[in-house]
């Protein structure tokens, strides 16, 4: 059975960073459009088994069941919701970055 899966505004505004980033600060515009497109299509992905990826550790994360997964240098944080079967992305971030200081903003 296949899950919707859908964005928060944050998680869209995280990949709009990301593009700009690499796009206007980096002055490579094609490899972020491919990282942008890497990332979704990988997201896309989500619609079959999204439970297949680990929870996330640390609470109250863990015991909201929120789940993760890295694309390149960037790591998915979402939310199944199997009851509706339905996935929302909350975040999409650098690996690099204070995980929990951006996932509590």
Sequence with gaps: MSWN??????AE??????????????????????QVTAIMEEIS?????????????K?????????FFPVNNYMIFYLPYEDEKTVTIIRIMYGGRNVEKQLNN
């Design 5 to 10: 899966v859908y964005y928060t505004e944050k």
């Design 13 to 34: 505004n995280d990949l709009r960073g990301i593009y700009e980033y690499i796009a206007y600060s980096l002055f490579v515009p094609l490899t972020a459009k491919k």
């Design 45 to 57: 992905k989500l619609d079959e088994n999204p439970l297949r990826f680990p929870v996330y550790k």
């Design 59 to 67: 609470e109250p994360w863990k015991s909201r069941g929120l789940r």
